[in-house]
């Protein structure tokens, strides 16, 4: 029987283990293991060639997972990511073709550069885990996880991904370039590894990860700190430089985040650092805001900020 402190040391090691493929990003791939823990979604959006697809690929490694990647693109259909029936001549009947979605790790690499109604493909499988093909239900394998990329530079022949696919990620992080010193330690690794791929091993696999999620959803939330959440979460709504708050979807979100750092760090019980931490991946991507306030950078940020600032932190026990 796994207990908190298993999946603490268990966390730990699939986050030392990606760390041999990715350099100075701890805190990044903290958050992303918290995740999957949460079963949760990760929107990844920063410039090209900081790892995001490589991240993706070492988590799957290390948690023994499979692992698919979907390059988007505008010509990208609905059937080419779910799949579907294909008549079978030699057998005289249609049999199911299942598409890449049917894996445990999906890298939607580049999201935006598909139409919505590719993009929508997406929106049953996150969201209920399952997709309808034909009219018919079938259950996609478990656990199962979104990591989609986007570049935030390159809007020429990009879709906007829709407020309601961008409420079912989780997370939105950005990956941020490395210093100078891990930049350096990134060219070492290469040159003394003498490939490009640095191999990676397995730390556990889909039935134990099931079992630390079990783990996660016993870990202990006061109630005065739901009633944090809720008015965090409201206070997105009432600011005036918002057209449209954070959803529910956004304080299952805290629940869910808080619970899994906190199993990760071996606690069996939240604490208000927890949610804390999680403020701006969970919220930056669920808030919409005024017309006016569309270009300006950061404001985002300075909604989430004055939240915290505005909602008195409780005091637990």
Do not use: C
């Amino acid at each position: 029987m796994i207990e908190t402190q298993d999946v603490s040391k268990l966390s730990k090691q699939v986050v030392a283990e990606v760390e041999r493929a990715i350099v100075g990003k701890r805190d990044l791939l903290e958050m992303i293991m918290a995740a999957m823990l949460a079963g949760g979604h990760v929107l990844l959006e920063d410039f090209p060639g900081l790892g995001k697809t490589l991240i993706a690929r070492s988590f799957a490694t290390a948690l023994g997972l499979d692992f698919r990647r979907i390059q988007f693109t505008p010509d990208l259909l609905p059937g080419d990511i779910t799949g579907g029936y294909i008549f079978n001549r030699d057998r005289n009947k249609f049999e199911l073709r299942k598409g890449p979605v049917f894996a445990n790790i999906i890298l939607a690499d580049e999201i935006n550069r598909a139409s919505p109604k590719t993009q929508s493909a997406l929106l049953e499988a996150m969201q209920e885990g399952q997709v309808t093909l034909e009219g018919e239900t079938l259950p996609l394998p478990e656990p199962f996880l979104v990591l989609a990329t986007q570049n935030p530079i390159e809007y020429e022949g990009t879709f906007p991904l829709p407020e309601a696919q961008l409420d079912r990620f989780m997370l939105k992080l950005t990956v941020g370039y490395p210093n100078v010193e891990e930049e350096r330690e990134i060219l070492r690794r290469r040159r003394e590894r003498r490939q490009d791929e640095a191999i990676l091993s397995k730390v556990t696999d889909a039935k134990q990860l099931m079992e630390m999620r079990q783990v996660v959803e016993n870990v202990h939330v006061h109630k005065d700190l739901e009633e944090y959440i809720a008015k965090l979460v409201h206070e997105t709504r009432q600011d005036r430089r918002v057209a449209v708050g954070a959803s529910p979807r956004g304080s299952l979100a805290f629940l869910k985040m808080a619970r899994a750092r906190a199993a990760l760090e071996g606690r069996e019980y939240v604490t208000p650092d927890d949610i804390k931490h999680f403020a701006t991946p969970v919220l930056i991507h669920r808030l919409i805001l005024q017309p006016e306030y569309w270009m300006a950078q950061k404001i985002g940020d300075d909604v989430i900020k004055d939240a915290f600032a505005k909602v008195p932190v409780p005091v637990i026990d």
